[in-house]
């Protein structure tokens, strides 16, 4: 619920790249992709390649309770109308500061640093463990292509034993890596520490050619975040205290 919460408000604002404000694909519309994962069950739903979602966490939220499957691609509006999903015109999505994003790609070739993905990750007062990652992709990505936010494993993770994690990056570098299953192996098998685990992770990813960041909370201690990239905006909430960077 935390989770979903979250990312709802980010999906919501057009700063972001997920949901209103999605980044553009070379045809000038919006596709993204979603995925949640508790780590109690290990249960996961993802979608991909939504174009009319409003918030597409909740996508993968009715996948993962409403169906027995893992990933849609494209589910069509009436399964998502069945599924409560609301549902919004393409002019909902497509803000003015994305399009010029996409002309400036189009014309200086693609500016590929640029990310904005969100993701969260939380912990309950039992210790269950849960993240969550939507994107609308990289700005002027060819039609149909996917990166790892909606793979689980790739950009997202969740297992009670180790970690939750949420990456944001150059997707394809971080598929090739498997990196939030990295991690949560890492911790898992190796004993690593999360935080030491998401930077070897993160080293993985770079010698891909990808940058990026990744927000981590694992079943025990402090949550972190870890990033290769320029920056990466972050805040948490605990009984502590609450921390915002941006
Ligand atoms: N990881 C996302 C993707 O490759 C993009 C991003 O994080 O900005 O689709």
Redesign the pocket.
């Known amino acids: 619920d935390a989770v979903c919460a979250a990312i709802r408000v980010m999906e919501d604002a057009p700063e972001f790249?997920a949901g209103r404000g999605a980044?553009l694909t070379s045809e000038g519309i919006v596709s993204m992709?979603s995925c949640l994962m508790t780590g109690v069950d290990g249960e996961v739903g993802s979608a991909c390649g939504l174009t009319t979602s409003k918030n597409p966490i909740n996508v993968a939220r009715a996948i993962k309770e409403k169906t027995k499957h893992v990933m849609f691609a494209k589910p069509g509006d009436n399964l998502l109308k069945e599924w409560g999903i609301e549902l919004c015109d393409s002019e909902y999505f497509i803000t003015s500061a994305r399009q010029e994003s996409l002309r400036e790609a189009q014309s200086n070739g693609d500016e590929w640093e640029?990310?904005?993905?969100i993701g969260a990750v939380a912990r309950d007062a039992s210790g269950n463990i849960a993240a969550g990652?939507s994107?609308?992709?990289?700005t002027n990505?060819m039609p149909g292509?996917?990166?790892?936010?909606p793979l689980p494993g790739c950009?997202t993770y969740a297992n009670n034993d180790s970690v939750a994690i949420s990456?944001?990056?150059?997707?394809?570098a971080?598929?090739k890596e498997v990196a939030a299953h990295q991690v949560s192996d890492r911790v898992l098998y190796a004993k690593e520490d999360p935080v030491e685990a998401a930077k070897a992770a993160l080293d993985g990813v770079a010698r891909h050619h990808g940058d990026?960041g990744m927000i981590v909370v694992p079943a025990h201690g402090d949550g972190a975040m870890v990033f290769n990239s320029e920056m990466m905006n972050c805040g948490w909430k605990s009984p502590k205290g609450s921390y915002v960077q941006s």
């Open positions: 790249n980044a992709d640029k990310h904005g993905t990652t994107t609308g992709g990289i990505q292509r996917v990166g790892d936010s950009g990456c944001t990056g150059i997707g394809e971080f598929v990026g």
